[in-house]
């Protein structure tokens, strides 16, 4: 039985991160994401599943924390903001070259530097186009909802195992820190040590027990060996292609002329579509759940039936990149965004639409 | 007597530390860090508990750690082993996780991560080889390169009123309340080893009674980066590293001495 609450996105998340039978979460207050780690420390998930929570020195020490329990098949997440998460790249990285599973949380805030506080969308290019150093990629999943801050928790977790990668939840600041009601799953069972080494005994390394010793490294100093890991991650990123990408198609059908937007700018420009129809303009709305994959397939089918893209977004326009590569030229495709924490309003979305799109 | 007649089982005295592999060392002819291993190794396999040690490798020359310890090994980022450690032994209490790091890995890029994980009182034990250079990357100074000493970073010397004194960060841990057990020891004499090899069991043991952190710094030398040979090294290194970083217990039982 599902049970419905009030609940802001980030302390969903928390709850979410419990109940799902997480292992442990490593963490390092930053705003607007400090509710994940205060909800938890409040909740004391060790007395009620046995999870590990802890409050790291630093960002970087939070994601090695990471690396390590994901090292031993844990199941581990972590949470921060934009310059925490850019602290923590160094450790995404080592965890996309070992192969290693876990969740990254990011409640996106304004940059670049210390930025502002308030909601942003302006990580997107450090979120999918690698961020840290080296041949790797994220699975990145964009929530829109205070449910889907809940429900993209197991989701992230499954992939992560599924492939052995580093999975990235983006949320921003208005996800994070906005109240709805959300339908929380009942709590599942974390798995037993037996059950661990039976699944992961294979690569983790939990003890030396009655097998060869397993060694997680990012390491290769022979170069055939470091490119033959290289394509095998390649590998992984071209079956996510494959069997895992998400969107979400809204008033597609009859549309002359289409949105593209994620996470808060979706919910937004959703909005602006329902104006735009009042006004007889025929808008729908393309949201990508994943941003890694990109729904390359569905954006290039629709451009032969739109008149013109926009892509909105709360930035000076980076995902709107991915959605002319997709569409190849075929129609006009504009950017508009509101950046520095200021969110753009439906009606200045539609205002963009009919000034850069419609003319 | 036939040489063969000689090497049988029954006449063996000595033999390869079990739980090295048989991949050739990575290190230079007259370095330490072979003993370090030997001595980390067999202290694991005669405790008998090798199925529930999980050691975590630096950056640095001892990166490739997992290549000659035959045990279950992770490899951290620069500086991040006791954060990666900190992780495994929270999530696995009941095993014995052990970072082995150098003095550019633990003192330097890794400080706040040391730091935090003593003062914490991780249940974990730290081996820390303390050579006073970067060896992997060719001999750069190090927070523990005594003053005056060269290196490719410091070549006319190391000059304290700009490049700050040698760390004495083994000291400094000592004084956290978390850090149960710290030892400072040497491996280039059998004696020493001895001694050495007592030092480490001594922090294995403490984690099976969860006693906290414990630490054991070994100070070595490094011919290549000190640019002597093996032997000249040594000297050296009792002449002018073991004034500076004296060897010997320096907290037993959670008690400074």
């Given at each position: 039985?599902?049970e419905?609450?009030?609940?802001?996105?980030?302390?969903?998340?928390?709850?979410?991160?419990?109940?799902?039978?997480a292992?442990?979460?490593?963490g390092?207050?930053?705003?607007?994401?400090?509710?994940v780690?205060?909800?938890?420390?409040?909740?004391?998930?060790?007395?009620r599943?046995?999870?590990?929570?802890?409050?790291?020195?630093?960002?970087?020490?939070a994601i090695?924390?990471?690396y390590?329990?994901?090292?031993t098949?844990?199941?581990?997440?972590?949470?921060?903001?934009?310059p925490?998460?850019?602290?923590?790249?160094?450790?995404?990285?080592?965890?996309?070259?070992?192969?290693?599973?876990?969740?990254i949380?990011?409640?996106?805030?304004g940059?670049?530097?210390?930025?502002?506080?308030?909601?942003?969308?302006?990580?997107?290019?450090q979120?999918?186009?690698?961020?840290?150093?080296?041949?790797?990629?994220?699975?990145?999943?964009?929530?829109?909802?205070?449910?889907?801050?809940?429900?993209?928790?197991?989701?992230?977790?499954?992939?992560?195992?599924?492939?052995?990668?580093?999975?990235?939840?983006?949320?921003?600041?208005?996800?994070?820190?906005?109240?709805?009601?959300?339908?929380?799953?009942?709590?599942?069972?974390?798995?037993?040590?037996?059950?661990?080494?039976?699944?992961?005994?294979?690569?983790?390394?939990?003890?030396?027990?009655g097998r060869e010793?397993?060694?997680?490294?990012?390491l290769d100093?022979?170069?055939?060996?470091m490119?033959?890991?290289?394509?095998r991650l390649?590998?992984?990123?071209?079956?996510?292609e494959?069997?895992d990408?998400?969107y979400?198609?809204?008033?597609?059908?009859?549309?002359?002329y289409?949105?593209v937007?994620y996470?808060?700018?979706?919910?937004i420009?959703?909005?602006?579509?329902?104006?735009a129809?009042?006004?007889?303009?025929?808008v729908?709305?393309?949201?990508p759940i994943?941003?890694?994959?990109?729904?390359?397939?569905?954006?290039?089918?629709l451009?032969?039936?739109?008149?013109?893209?926009?892509?909105?977004?709360?930035?000076?326009?980076?995902?709107?990149?991915d959605?002319?590569?997709?569409?190849?030229?075929?129609?006009?495709?504009?950017?508009?965004?509101?950046?520095?924490?200021i969110?753009?309003?439906?009606?200045?979305?539609?205002e963009a639409?009919?000034?850069?799109?419609?003319? | 007597?036939?040489?063969?007649?000689?090497i049988?089982?029954?006449?063996?005295?000595?033999c390869?530390?079990?739980?090295?592999?048989d991949?050739?060392?990575?290190?230079?002819?007259?370095?330490?860090?072979?003993?370090?291993?030997?001595?980390?190794?067999?202290?694991?396999d005669?405790m008998?508990?090798?199925?529930d040690?999980i050691?975590?490798?630096p950056?640095?020359?001892s990166v490739?750690a997992?290549?000659?310890?035959?045990?279950?090994?992770?490899?951290?980022?620069?500086?991040?082993?006791?954060?990666v450690?900190?992780?495994?032994s929270?999530c696995?209490p009941?095993k014995?996780v052990?970072t082995?790091?150098?003095?550019?890995?633990?003192?330097?890029?890794?400080?706040?991560?040391?730091i935090?994980?003593?003062?914490?009182?991780?249940?974990?034990v730290?081996?820390f080889v303390?050579?006073?250079?970067?060896?992997?990357?060719?001999?750069q100074?190090?927070p523990?390169?005594?003053?005056g000493m060269?290196?490719s970073?410091?070549?006319?010397?190391?000059?304290?009123?700009t490049?700050g004194a040698?760390?004495?960060?083994?000291?400094?841990i000592?004084?956290?309340?978390g850090?149960?057990f710290v030892?400072r020891q040497a491996?280039?004499?059998?004696?020493?080893?001895?001694k050495?090899?007592?030092?480490?069991?001594?922090?294995?043991?403490?984690i099976?009674?969860?006693?906290?952190?414990?630490?054991v710094?070994?100070?070595?030398?490094?011919?290549s980066?000190w640019?002597?040979?093996?032997?000249?090294?040594?000297?050296w290194?009792?002449?002018?590293?073991?004034?500076?970083?004296?060897?010997?217990d320096?907290?037993?039982?959670?008690?400074?001495?």
């Amino acid at each position: 039985m599902a049970e419905l609450k009030l609940m802001k996105g980030n302390e969903a998340l928390a709850e979410a991160t419990i109940r799902c039978g997480a292992d442990a979460y490593f963490g390092y207050p930053i705003t607007p994401q400090t509710e994940v780690i205060e909800y938890l420390m409040m909740e004391q998930p060790e007395k009620r599943t046995g999870m590990v929570v802890l409050q790291a020195e630093s960002e970087l020490a939070a994601i090695n924390m990471v690396y390590g329990a994901a090292s031993t098949g844990k199941r581990v997440m972590t949470s921060s903001s934009s310059p925490g998460i850019s602290l923590k790249l160094e450790g995404i990285s080592y965890l996309a070259g070992a192969e290693l599973p876990a969740v990254i949380v990011n409640v996106v805030r304004g940059g670049p530097g210390l930025g502002t506080i308030q909601p942003s969308q302006a990580d997107y290019f450090q979120s999918v186009k690698g961020g840290g150093h080296g041949d790797y990629k994220l699975y990145v999943l964009a929530p829109a909802s205070v449910q889907e801050m809940a429900d993209f928790v197991e989701d992230a977790f499954d992939i992560a195992f599924k492939y052995r990668a580093p999975v990235l939840i983006l949320s921003d600041g208005l996800i994070g820190q906005m109240m709805e009601k959300v339908y929380l799953k009942d709590q599942k069972e974390r798995m037993t040590t037996e059950e661990l080494i039976e699944k992961y005994g294979s690569w983790a390394t939990t003890g030396k027990k009655g097998r060869e010793r397993n060694i997680i490294t990012s390491l290769d100093l022979q170069s055939e060996k470091m490119e033959a890991r290289v394509h095998r991650l390649m590998k992984k990123y071209e079956q996510m292609e494959k069997e895992d990408l998400r969107y979400e198609k809204i008033l597609c059908d009859d549309a002359d002329y289409l949105i593209v937007a994620y996470g808060s700018s979706a919910r937004i420009s959703q909005k602006a579509v329902e104006l735009a129809r009042e006004k007889g303009i025929k808008v729908g709305l393309l949201r990508p759940i994943t941003l890694f994959p990109y729904p390359k397939q569905p954006l290039f089918e629709l451009a032969d039936q739109v008149k013109g893209i926009l892509s909105v977004e709360l930035n000076m326009g980076q995902m709107v990149e991915d959605v002319r590569l997709s569409v190849e030229f075929k129609v006009p495709v504009e950017h508009f965004g509101r950046t520095g924490g200021i969110i753009h309003t439906p009606e200045e979305i539609l205002e963009a639409l009919e000034q850069k799109i419609i003319k | 007597m036939d040489i063969l007649d000689i090497i049988k089982p029954e006449n063996q005295v000595f033999c390869k530390t079990k739980l090295m592999t048989d991949t050739g060392l990575s290190y230079c002819p007259g370095c330490g860090h072979g003993t370090a291993h030997n001595l980390t190794m067999e202290v694991i396999d005669e405790m008998g508990i090798v199925e529930d040690t999980i050691g975590v490798a630096p950056v640095g020359c001892s990166v490739l750690a997992y290549d000659f310890m035959n045990i279950d090994m992770t490899q951290a980022a620069h500086g991040r082993a006791p954060a990666v450690a900190t992780a495994i032994s929270r999530c696995w209490p009941e095993k014995y996780v052990f970072t082995y790091q150098g003095d550019g890995d633990l003192a330097a890029i890794g400080t706040a991560e040391t730091i935090h994980a003593c003062n914490r009182g991780e249940n974990i034990v730290i081996i820390f080889v303390n050579n006073g250079i970067y060896g992997m990357t060719g001999g750069q100074m190090a927070p523990t390169t005594l003053e005056g000493m060269k290196s490719s970073t410091s070549p006319y010397g190391r000059e304290i009123e700009t490049m700050g004194a040698p760390l004495k960060i083994t000291e400094l841990i000592a004084n956290l309340p978390g850090v149960y057990f710290v030892s400072r020891q040497a491996v280039h004499t059998h004696k020493h080893a001895r001694k050495a090899k007592k030092a480490i069991r001594q922090a294995f043991e403490n984690i099976k009674l969860k006693k906290g952190l414990s630490f054991v710094e070994i100070v070595s030398n490094c011919n290549s980066g000190w640019k002597m040979a093996p032997n000249e090294s040594n000297v050296w290194m009792e002449e002018n590293m073991f004034p500076y970083f004296p060897l010997g217990d320096i907290k037993v039982d959670g008690k400074l001495k």
